[in-house]
């Protein structure tokens, strides 16, 4: 008996996408074939330990240029630290966070490391751990697939 395969669904080379649990909404992000793990922009990085001993991370989310930035700290205990490679094939430490992220109205648990994404034109990188989990294909002639599907899903009658 043959198994029945999910459908692929198509993204484009930008996506606009959510992050329901940081009350983030519609955040560029670029879609990175040659990243293996997602990354997101964040700041202020440090550590602090808590009474019980535990160590916390503590960040701040996007930058005070972009529109959905509101300051407010973040704080993380369930974290790694881990080697990344760049873009331009340095290999960085940098944190990494498990988070949800919607797209296509479908929300999706997987791993971000956290950088200083501030020089770079968009605060995500969706990589291919996300695009593999989500069995997405990438066609980079379109962009922001998933928020046209979902406008269109909210206009059409019931």
């Excluded at 990175?32 to 001993?53: E, K, V």
Aim: aromatic share 8%; charged share 25%; proline share 5%.
């Amino acid at each position: 008996m043959k198994k029945l395969r999910v459908p692929k669904r198509v993204v484009g080379r930008r996506e606009l996408v959510d992050f329901p649990q940081f009350q983030l909404w519609g955040v560029e992000a670029k879609v990175d074939t040659g990243a293996y793990t997602s990354a997101i922009h964040c700041s202020n990085i440090h550590l602090a330990t808590r009474p019980d001993g535990r160590q916390c991370l503590h960040v701040q989310l996007l930058d005070p240029s972009h529109p959905n930035f509101d300051g407010t700290p973040m704080e993380f205990t369930d974290f790694s630290l881990r080697d990344i490679k760049s873009s331009n094939g340095d290999v960085q430490e940098r944190y990494v966070i498990r988070a949800v992220m919607r797209i296509f109205g479908e929300d999706f648990d997987t791993e971000f490391s956290l950088s200083d994404r501030s020089d770079m034109k968009y605060p995500v990188l969706l990589g291919r751990l996300l695009l593999r989990h989500g069995r997405f294909v990438v066609d980079v002639t379109r962009r922001n697939v998933s928020y046209r599907a979902q406008q269109a899903a909210q206009s059409s009658p019931s």
